[in-house]
C-alpha cells in the first residue's frame, strides 16, 4: 500500500461526514476511480454508514434518569463515609464486646462487694438517675424533617399505598431505597424516587454522631384511571 493509499484511506470518514473541502473530495473521488483496493474498503464503510442510518439512533431506557439518579446517590454516599461510620463499626465489633466482657466482671465484683456493704449495714442510697441520662450504647434511627417540594400522593393505576425501604446517609439524605410492597412500575419508581431525593431527615445516631440508618415510609396511592 503506497503513502497516497494510506493517506486516502484516512480521510474516508471525514469525506462520508462532509467534513472536509470540495477540493479534497475531489482528490478522494479520482483516487477511489483508480484504486481498486481503496473502493472496496470506502464502499463497506459507506455500506455500514447506511445499515446504521437505517437503525436509527437507540432510545435511552425509560429509567435512566431513574438509574443515574441512584448511581450519584450512592456515588456521592461512598465519598462522603466518614470516620463516624468507621467508629461506628469499629465499636460493634471490638472496643463494645471488650467493654460488655469487662462491665460482665465489674458487675460482679459490685454484687460481691455490695453483699459485704450489706452485711455491716454500710449501704448508701443512690443517687437518683437523671431524666436526661443517655442510655449507654444509645442508637437513634432517621426522622424525617421536610421536602423541598409539595408532598402529594403516589399516581398508580392501583390506588394502594406504597410501602418504601430509604437508606438515609449521615447528611440526613436518602442514598438508596428499596419499594417493599404496593406497585413497582417505572411510573411509581420515578414518582418515589423524585419525593426521596428532594426529602431531608435527621440520621441516625450513635452516642450522638450522625451515621447512616434505614427509615420505613408509607406513601398514599391515588389510582387514576384512564
Not at 477511489?32 to 463497506?44: A, I, P, Q, V, W
Request: glycine share 8%; hydrophobic share 45%; charged share 15%.
Amino acid at each position: 500500500m503506497t503513502s497516497s493509499c494510506d493517506s486516502i484511506r484516512l480521510s474516508f470518514s471525514p469525506y462520508l461526514d462532509g467534513a472536509i473541502s470540495g477540493r479534497q473530495m475531489q482528490e478522494i473521488a479520482r483516487h477511489l476511480e483508480s484504486c481498486g483496493d481503496c473502493k472496496r474498503e470506502f464502499d463497506g464503510l459507506r455500506s455500514m454508514q447506511q445499515t446504521l442510518a437505517i437503525l436509527g439512533p437507540a432510545k435511552a431506557p425509560a429509567d435512566l434518569g431513574m438509574k443515574l439518579r441512584l448511581a450519584i446517590s450512592h456515588e456521592r454516599a461512598a465519598m462522603k463515609s466518614s470516620w463516624k461510620d468507621a467508629f461506628s463499626l469499629k465499636w460493634e465489633n471490638t472496643v463494645r464486646p471488650l467493654l460488655v466482657q469487662v462491665s460482665a466482671g465489674f458487675a460482679g465484683s459490685v454484687v460481691l462487694v455490695g453483699g459485704i456493704m450489706l452485711l455491716l449495714g454500710m449501704v448508701a442510697a443512690p443517687e437518683p438517675v437523671m431524666a436526661n441520662d443517655e442510655p449507654l450504647g444509645a442508637i437513634t434511627v432517621p426522622h424525617y424533617l421536610y421536602t423541598a417540594v409539595n408532598p402529594h400522593a403516589i399516581t398508580t393505576n392501583h390506588g394502594a399505598p406504597i410501602v418504601v425501604e430509604a437508606y438515609v446517609n449521615d447528611q440526613g439524605r436518602v442514598y438508596d431505597y428499596n419499594i417493599v410492597s404496593g406497585p413497582v412500575d417505572a411510573g411509581v419508581k420515578n414518582q418515589v424516587i423524585d419525593q426521596l431525593v428532594m426529602s431531608v431527615f435527621q440520621p441516625a445516631s450513635v452516642f450522638g454522631s450522625p451515621v447512616r440508618g434505614m427509615v420505613v415510609l408509607t406513601f398514599s396511592g391515588v389510582s387514576v384511571r384512564g
